[in-house]
């Protein structure tokens, strides 16, 4: 024919009329069914291209930075199927994995908070020369996102200020600076972590972090590590 239609899988509109008036054929399907176009093997099964496609690419990174998540994997077509040539096949591969980062331990760690009210050499009132020594390191800020406050923090004055979606300021001084220059509980950006109030049993809860700035103060009223 002069314009001839090859389809692959089963497509009645890929058909045409044969001599006796007849409807015929052209898609893969008819060789199942029996019912192909005279000129199909010649036309269609020769001049079909069958789809190609390359190797696998490599794993992506787990979506999960700590704990269960998933990753993935794609392959390009090389050669696309044409004239009813066999489909491609899938181009995505996924499969689950766990999420190792070095900085998981962080994401474990529960931080202890205070109001600033408590902003004094809790640790060593007497201030002995050895505490007067990490007094001399700057403190940093870590801003938060609070996502879960337990009931229990509605009961107290400073704590009640605690409340789902505020954004809070908590200060690393040096006198809770812990064996790896950081304040124990300081999050990680981006991940949720948690949260207790020292001196309110009960009240505690869930946050982000949404940043960290070195060399840095808290405004009045915010909260300190302990």
Same mark, same amino acid.
């Not at 009329?17 to 099964?45: I, N």
């Not at 994997?73 to 009813?84: A, E, I, K, L, S």
């Not at 050895?130 to 800020?141: A, D, F, G, R």
């Given at each position: 024919?002069?314009?001839?239609?090859?389809?692959?899988?089963?497509?009645?509109?890929?058909?045409?009329?044969?001599?006796?008036?007849?409807?015929?054929?052209?898609?893969?399907?008819?060789?199942?069914?029996?019912?192909?176009?005279?000129?199909?093997?010649?036309?269609?099964?020769?001049?079909?291209?069958?789809?190609?496609?390359?190797?696998?690419?490599?794993?992506?990174? #787990? %979506?999960?930075?700590?704990?269960?998540?998933?990753?993935? /994997?794609? =392959?390009? &077509?090389? +050669?696309?199927? $044409?004239?009813?040539?066999?489909?491609?096949?899938?181009?995505?591969?996924?499969?689950?994995?766990?999420?190792?980062?070095?900085?998981?331990?962080?994401?474990?760690?529960?931080?202890?908070?205070?109001?600033?009210?408590?902003?004094?050499?809790?640790?060593?009132?007497?201030?002995?020369?050895?505490?007067?020594?990490?007094?001399?390191?700057?403190?940093?800020?870590?801003?938060?996102?609070?996502?879960?406050?337990?009931?229990? #923090? %509605?009961?107290?004055?400073?704590?009640?200020?605690?409340? /789902?979606? =505020?954004? &809070?300021? +908590?200060?690393? $001084?040096?006198?809770?600076?812990?064996?790896?220059?950081?304040?124990?509980?300081?999050?990680?950006?981006?991940?949720?972590?948690?949260?207790?109030?020292?001196?309110?049993?009960?009240?505690?809860?869930?946050?982000?972090?949404?940043?960290?700035?070195?060399?840095?103060?808290?405004?009045?009223?915010?909260?300190?590590?302990?």
């Amino acid at each position: 024919r002069g314009s001839p239609r090859c389809c692959p899988g089963r497509n009645n509109a890929c058909a045409e009329l044969s001599g006796p008036g007849a409807p015929c054929y052209c898609d893969t399907h008819c060789e199942k069914t029996g019912d192909c176009c005279e000129d199909y093997p010649g036309v269609c099964q020769q001049a079909a291209v069958h789809c190609v496609v390359g190797s696998w690419g490599p794993w992506r990174e #787990c %979506r999960s930075l700590c704990g269960v998540g998933s990753q993935d /994997r794609t =392959r390009q &077509v090389t +050669v696309p199927p $044409r004239n009813g040539g066999t489909p491609c096949p899938d181009l995505k591969q996924r499969r689950g994995c766990f999420g190792e980062n070095p900085a998981c331990d962080t994401a474990q760690e529960v931080a202890k908070i205070l109001p600033d009210s408590f902003k004094r050499d809790f640790k060593d009132p007497w201030r002995r020369p050895h505490m007067l020594v990490k007094e001399k390191q700057p403190s940093y800020c870590v801003y938060f996102r609070l996502k879960q406050v337990g009931a229990a #923090c %509605r009961l107290h004055s400073w704590s009640s200020q605690l409340m /789902r979606e =505020r954004r &809070v300021c +908590v200060e690393c $001084r040096p006198d809770a600076v812990g064996s790896r220059a950081r304040c124990k509980g300081d999050g990680l950006e981006g991940a949720r972590t948690f949260w207790t109030a020292t001196s309110i049993a009960g009240c505690q809860g869930s946050w982000i972090q949404e940043s960290l700035h070195e060399n840095c103060v808290c405004p009045p009223l915010s909260l300190i590590f302990v």
